[in-house]
């Protein structure tokens, strides 16, 4: 089983839908990352929560620590959010990663 | 310009054949990583340094070799290129723990060994 599980694999969606994506993790944490990656290839951070909810734009990244589980929110989905997020959750100095949600958006 | 660069962008090369990533970083960060991405496995770590003359092993160490000498560099070396090494490499940089700070990535590397 591995560390970090995302949910789902594929995620297609209109434009303005509200979209989650879900990740669960097994081992205990100091933080968890969320990355996007562009169709292109690059790869940007997008949070890195311990506790709580945080919000940037449209985006929002929610983590219950107890419940070993984080959720990323997005509002008013947009074409040009068509990307793959990427969770990974600390283990010491490094990260551990899931292997990543395909999100596209439909005009 | 600042940031993290990675060199080439491109490679092909052939079973046998030592190849040399590079990775540099303009941010004096301390930590600096190297990650391959495979389908189906998504970002594997394969060495990382929390400074310069500080390495240590990933996940996926085998048949690569790492040096960081200088804080700003941190090159990847493939000492006899396999096929199953073919992969998108990227190196990243933080400032410092991967538990207090974000990590940034750079472009990428897809290499190819035939």
């Known amino acids: 089983k591995n560390e970090v599980e995302q949910s789902p694999q594929n995620l297609t969606a209109q434009e303005g839908e509200f979209i989650t994506i879900n990740c669960s993790y097994s081992?205990?944490?100091?933080?968890l990352h969320w990355l996007q990656q562009h169709p292109g290839g690059g790869i940007v951070s997008l949070f890195m929560l311990s506790s709580g909810k945080k919000k940037h734009g449209r985006l929002i990244a929610t983590i219950n620590i107890q419940e070993k589980h984080s959720s990323l929110h997005i509002t008013a989905s947009h074409p040009r959010d068509s990307a793959v997020y990427i969770c990974a959750v600390t283990d010491t100095d490094k990260l551990i990663f899931g292997t990543g949600t395909r999100l596209q958006v439909f005009p | 310009d600042a940031g993290i660069t990675q060199s080439p962008r491109y490679k092909i090369t052939e079973t046998g054949r030592q190849v040399t990533l590079m990775c540099h970083q303009t941010w004096s960060h301390s930590y600096m990583f190297w990650y391959r991405q495979d389908l189906g496995h998504g970002l594997r770590l394969i060495y990382y340094s929390a400074a310069a003359d500080i390495t240590d092993k990933g996940e996926v160490p085998d048949g690569y070799v790492v040096s960081r000498s200088k804080t700003e560099n941190f090159p990847l070396t493939l000492e006899s290129a396999t096929r199953s090494q073919t992969s998108v490499y990227f190196c990243a940089s933080s400032l410092g723990s991967s538990s207090y700070n974000e990590q940034f990535f750079g472009p990428g590397t897809r290499l190819t060994v035939l």
């Open positions: 081992v205990g944490i100091s933080a």
